[in-house]
């Protein structure tokens, strides 16, 4: 995440720009997607030791924000604006990937406001003020201070955070700092430390959770839709040439695309990732027929949510229950989303969740 001064345009705003590179939408680890770029990495045991330096910058940010936090709440005022009404976002994203719509899901549910800027894929001017080349990207205005915020399991921590402790959003992004890292591909990659806990003092933890088991559940689930479910929507929508196509026909239809661009874009991608997606297979060891491995994680989440509770999060949705919606989300309109509808047992879970956003009070 990056700091900005106020009152000034967004391109002078953000500073230490980088080489620009294309768009990727893939968050961490191996990151996917018809603009995913592969940069040469350094050695594998630099990405050890900024993985154990990160984690020591973890623990030194999370001990300071409890001395910082403590000392906001006593001076809080008691009557204040809403928390929301205090925020002007701004969503740069491309709206078939599944980390933006993850974000989408949570702003809509919180009915938080925000103005969405559509990427335009190949040339990628609207995000040209920026050296994070992954969306999602937000920017949000709070008063004078205006905060760059990278990664959607950031965006999501720290403005849940934002919401419930009504600490300055300024001060909450210092708690998830970035940090380089090399992965399993031998590509750098950024990461962030605590990106799926929330900066909470104990009373706000209880009232919001009512348990450690429950926190403990939601970061367990947020982090496997990252980690495990996002990499199986590529091998899925791309399985077959016609559904590669069908695919790469909905992203030029949902997509920031010139008449040219769309039909280069639509024929040729869809041939491109057809390829790509076979590689992605290998890679997260799929099986032959990675349908199958779509509907066991399906029925996977459905367990664990459980028969007694209509989500994750008891009587509404929580974080996890948005990450995992948000991800299953941008197959709709696809055969792969019909094939999981007709046999998984995720359709009730997934109706609901869609309701409970539909039906969040604006």
């Given amino acids: 995440m990056t ?191 605590n990106k799926y806990w929330l900066m909470l003092d104990e009373k706000e933890a209880q009232h919001l959770y009512g348990g450690k088991e429950a926190r403990t559940e939601e970061m367990k689930w947020r982090q496997w839709a990252d980690d495990w479910l996002v990499h199986l929507i590529s091998p899925n929508v791309y399985r077959t040439p016609a559904e590669a196509l069908a695919s790469f026909d909905y992203i030029v239809r949902e997509g920031k695309f010139g008449a040219v661009e769309g039909a280069v874009a639509k024929y040729m991608g869809a041939a491109a990732m057809y390829f790509i997606s076979k590689r992605l297979k290998s890679r997260h060891h799929l099986q032959d027929d990675v349908r199958e491995d779509l509907y066991e994680a399906a029925d996977k989440w459905v367990a664990a949510v459980g028969k007694d509770r209509p989500f994750m999060g008891g009587q509404k949705p929580n974080l996890a229950d948005l990450a995992v919606y948000g991800v299953l989300r941008v197959m709709e309109g696809l055969e792969a989303f019909d094939d999981l509808m007709r046999h998984t047992r995720i359709q009730p879970w997934y109706l609901r969740v869609e309701k409970a956003i539909a039906e969040a009070p604006q």
């Fill in 3 to 193: 700091r900005l001064a106020p009152k000034k345009s967004v391109s002078s705003l953000i500073q230490g720009r980088g080489r620009l590179g294309p768009v990727e939408w893939g968050e961490g680890p191996g990151g996917q997607g018809p603009a995913a770029t592969a940069r040469k990495g350094s050695p594998r045991l630099l990405g050890a030791a900024a993985l154990a330096l990160g984690g020591v910058l973890g623990l030194y940010h999370t001990a300071r924000w409890h001395l910082r936090a403590q000392h906001l709440r006593a001076q809080r005022p008691a009557a204040q604006l809403s928390l929301s009404s205090r925020l002007q976002l701004t969503l740069y994203q491309y709206k078939t990937c599944p980390f933006c719509s993850k974000v989408r899901a949570f702003l809509d549910f919180h009915a938080l406001p925000y103005q969405v800027v559509e990427v335009n894929p190949v040339r990628r001017a609207e995000i040209k003020f920026s050296s994070y080349r992954k969306v999602p990207i937000l920017l949000a205005q709070e008063g004078e201070s205006l905060q760059q915020l990278n990664d959607s399991s950031v965006i999501i921590s720290a403005l849940k955070t934002y919401l419930v402790s009504g600490q300055p959003l300024e001060d909450i992004i210092t708690y998830y700092p970035p940090m380089k890292a090399v992965n399993d591909q031998g590509k750098e990659v950024t990461e962030f430390c």
